[in-house]
């Protein structure tokens, strides 16, 4: 997938799950994105948008606390 690919339907997924918020591995399964490295980085570019913010929280697929890129 094009990193400007990865990042509009990661940008799409937060949107439509709003007010959940899901870390990069979980990103990563929901878009079928085997390389977790380019969804930490596409993720980390979505959270330079002003509606996002890159934050540490609970994972909401996996429950764990980690750096992940939300909705504000
Ligand atoms: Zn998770």
Redesign the pocket.
């Known amino acids: 997938m094009a990193m400007g690919d990865l990042i509009e339907r990661i940008i799409d997924r937060l949107h439509r799950t709003y007010p959940y918020a ?2 990069d ?2 990103l990563a399964l929901d878009l079928m994105e085997s390389n977790i490295e380019r969804v930490t980085i596409a993720a980390s570019e979505v959270a330079t948008l002003d509606e996002f913010i890159r934050t540490r929280r609970e ?6 606390t ?1 750096q ?1 890129t939300a909705l504000r």
């Open positions: 899901y870390c591995d979980c994972c909401s697929r996996c429950g764990q980690r992940l």
